[in-house]
Structures are given as structure tokens and as C-alpha cells.
């Protein structure tokens, strides 16, 4: 479970990476044109909000990535990853889903579940385990 769970956040990196091309496309050339460095807010008392919005969308990808690469890592090295971190990742994602329904936040949830069953599982084999 925790295999799927990790590709499932790599395609939603991918995902978001193709979606905040294309939608923050118009951004991203007058980023370009202006010479990358220092054009999104050069004055931080008038700041270019649409160049900010493009680049705070696109810089979650990253993390996605992480979040994929640590449950395959942990799946191969037959690791539990604790509760709390997919805890933490479906609130965030409900509340995505609260404030913004019409969102992307319904694909973060479908992992965050998967991640969650798999913390729990592990969880109860590990306590139902007689020693001797």
C-alpha cells in the first residue's frame, strides 16, 4: 500500500508540475523576460502578485516528490512510516478541500489515506505479536 501511496504523490508532482505550466503560463514568460533573477517581487511593498502565485504553486512540487520518495524508500526498507505524518497530510488535505472544493486538494487525499491504512496496519501487526 505504501508503494502505491508513493506513486501516487509522484504523479500528483508530475501532475502539478504540467497543470502550474499551463496555468501560470502567461506568468512564467514575463518571468522570463524580465531575467529570472529578483522578478517576482523586486519591490516587496508592490509585489507582482501573479508571478508570486506562480512560483509559491509550482514550489509544493518538490515536497510531493519528497513525500513519494520517502513511502517508496520506506516500503523497501520494509519500514513504517509513524501515524502522524499521514494524520497531518489528510487534515491538510481535508482542509484543502473545505476552503477550495473545486481543487487539486482530492487528489492529495487518496494518498493520505493510503498512507494512513498502511501506518495502522503495521501498527496492529507489530502489537499483536507474542514474544516469547
Not at 5 to 12: D, E, L, P, S, T
Not at 46 to 73: K, Y
Request: proline letters at 6%; hydrophobic letters at 60%.
Amino acid at each position: 500500500m505504501l508503494r502505491i501511496a508513493g506513486r501516487c504523490w509522484i504523479a500528483i508532482a508530475i501532475i502539478h508540475v504540467a497543470v502550474g505550466l499551463a496555468i501560470y503560463f502567461p506568468q512564467w514568460q514575463a518571468i522570463a523576460q524580465a531575467g529570472w533573477f529578483n522578478v517576482v517581487a523586486p519591490d516587496p511593498l508592490a509585489p507582482v502578485f501573479d508571478r508570486e502565485d506562480a512560483i509559491w504553486f509550482m514550489t509544493i512540487t518538490p515536497f510531493l516528490l519528497i513525500l513519494g520518495q520517502l513511502c517508496l524508500w520506506a516500503d523497501q526498507q520494509k519500514l513504517t512510516l509513524p501515524i502522524s505524518v499521514s494524520g497531518i497530510l489528510l487534515a491538510s488535505s481535508i482542509t484543502g478541500i473545505f476552503f477550495i472544493p473545486i481543487s487539486g486538494f482530492w487528489l492529495v487525499l487518496i494518498p493520505s489515506v493510503m498512507m494512513l491504512y498502511s501506518s495502522k496496519a503495521a501498527k496492529l501487526n507489530t502489537n499483536n505479536v507474542w514474544e516469547d
